[in-house]
């Protein structure tokens, strides 16, 4: 096997002259140059010529010496004493002795005609200051660093000035030449090297904003759990994730942010201020009368109230001190437990009664409630934290404008008893088409519903029609939350006045603190 750390970078061929104890030593490249340093050593540069030119020319001699072994060379004898003189004075470069030298002179002057006397090639002198019209190559070498290496350890901490091209040439030396003999510290080096990458100033370590987002839309979108969640249950456990990565992202100062609740009540709209950890508390406390119907432990004891809203006054005052991020926990535990119980439950758990305290839902209506209850809270301390908040996806949002339209009826009759809605103009047999108001929602989670008007045991049917109101899907959801009126909320509007007013008034009244 060969590859940069056994010594395989170029095929399996090494150097015979490299020692035995340096084989398989990581080769550690030099170090990153400078804008104005990109020019090799000299020194290296020139001791390759001269090697190279010494090789050619030994090479050169003895395939002559083969070819022609017994005949004297006539120009050696009639120039023998001139060739000595040549030899005795051409001064050999600094580390070539021999015919290395005279591999030089061949390689500077070229072939010469018969009996002309080679001219030597002098090495440039590292004394003499460099001449900037000259080759690269032919600068003078950098100077030997001159006293005894230092310690390893003191080498060891260089490691990380050398990455970064930081040290003296004399300290450079001395680290180079120690990572060929250790490899510790090469492989040191080498991961030093790596980092110096990331330390460039044009590189932004930053993760893409979108990421978070693409993120929980993969986890959301994954394959289905040896025990799947029902249907009816999957809006609830998108919408707490979804909130709980939010309130994972925020500060504990942002936990005691101010946000304003808003509501429907009879023919106004109702206020009431709070903190991110006291809206977290009131879904907790809500989210109770689902776990009380399950047999599962009430955050709020055995003894509760039952009205949500009665639930969350008792909550806030029994609190000594405002409510802070230590609420998070036991909201995202519970709400874990809730969602395994009724995956656990099997389908009989569906049509489970829980108890409001003025009305009932079955579990599998109680757990989209408490979903788009979730998602409505979710944006207000979005809202109040300054954090992007998308609406949920559109079957989630269809499942509760549905559960919306078929609570609107029994709504609309409270109002009428209370005085608040036109009376009822055509009563019908129960289960019967009555007179109906066409909704039209648009949007990724709109539809179509035909609500009755005169009874809640009478069917919406298309047939008996007297009025039609469009809206957006996520307009329709906040006049249900309380957070538009409505008189802001139809887009079109179109047949019987009354109707429409008494629709978009029960549509509001739905809402609660």
């Not at 405002?322 to 758990?349: M, Y």
């Not at 998602?375 to 989630?396: E, T």
């Not at 009826?409 to 009555?434: H, M």
């Not at 008189?487 to 603190?513: K, M, P």
Request: hydrophobic share 40%; glycine share 8%; with cysteine.
């Amino acid at each position: 096997m060969t590859g940069p750390f056994d010594g395989g970078r170029d095929g399996g061929r090494r150097d015979p002259d490299e020692p035995d104890g340096v084989r398989g030593i990581p080769r550690i490249p030099g170090q990153r140059a400078a804008a104005d340093d990109l020019e090799p050593p000299a020194a290296d540069v020139l001791r390759r010529a001269l090697e190279g030119a010494a090789r050619a020319a030994q090479a050169a001699r003895e395939s002559r010496e083969r070819e022609e072994p017994d005949e004297p060379d006539e120009r050696d004898e009639q120039h023998g004493d001139a060739g000595t003189a040549d030899e005795a004075t051409v001064p050999e470069p600094d580390g070539v002795t021999g015919d290395a030298a005279w591999a030089v002179t061949d390689g500077v002057t070229g072939d010469t005609a018969p009996g002309t006397a080679h001219e030597p090639a002098h090495p440039p002198d590292p004394a003499d200051p460099p001449d900037p019209a000259e080759e690269p190559h032919m600068r003078a070498p950098a100077p030997e660093p001159a006293g005894p290496p230092p310690s390893h350890s003191v080498l060891k901490s260089l490691l990380g000035a050398w990455a970064l091209a930081a040290c003296s040439p004399e300290e450079t030396t001395h680290v180079e030449d120690h990572l060929t003999e250790c490899a510790p510290c090469a492989d040191e080096a080498l991961k030093l090297r790596d980092a110096v990458g990331l330390l460039q100033a044009d590189r932004n370590l930053d993760l893409p904003p979108l990421l978070r987002s693409r993120v929980l839309e993969n986890c959301l979108d994954r394959r289905a759990a040896r025990i799947p969640v029902p249907v009816w249950a999957t809006p609830y456990d998108a919408e707490t994730a979804r909130l709980d990565a939010l309130l994972r992202d925020i500060g504990d100062a942002e936990w005691h942010a101010p946000l304003q609740l808003k509501w429907f009540e009879k023919e106004e709209t109702a206020t009431r201020r709070a903190t991110v950890a006291g809206v977290i508390g009131h879904l907790m406390t809500v989210d109770g009368l689902v776990a009380s119907a399950l047999g599962l432990d009430d955050p709020l004891g055995a003894s509760a109230p039952q009205s949500p809203t009665d639930r969350t006054e008792a909550l806030w005052r029994a609190a000594h001190s405002p409510p802070t991020r230590t609420i998070h926990e036991p909201w995202r535990d519970q709400s874990h437990t809730l969602i395994r119980t009724v995956s656990f439950a099997g389908r009989g758990v569906a049509e489970l009664s829980v108890s409001y305290g003025e009305f009932a839902l079955p579990l599998r209506d109680a757990m989209i409630d408490r979903a788009f209850e979730c998602w409505i809270h979710g944006w207000d301390i979005a809202n109040a934290v300054v954090y992007p908040y998308p609406a949920p996806s559109g079957p989630h949002l269809h499942a509760m404008i549905n559960l919306a339209t078929q609570l609107i009826p029994s709504t609309l009759a409270a109002r009428r008893r209370a005085g608040l809605a036109s009376p009822a103009q055509q009563l019908v047999v129960p289960g019967s088409p009555g007179r109906s108001l066409h909704l039209e929602v648009e949007g990724a989670g709109g539809g179509d519903w035909y609500i009755a008007l005169d009874s809640p045991a009478a069917v919406g049917s298309a047939d008996r029609s007297v009025a039609q109101v469009a809206l957006d899907d996520v307009e329709f959801c906040q006049l249900v939350a309380g957070h538009i009126s409505p008189d802001e909320a139809a887009a079109g509007q179109d047949g019987d006045r009354d109707a429409i007013r008494d629709v978009l008034f029960a549509a509001a009244s739905l809402s609660r603190l």
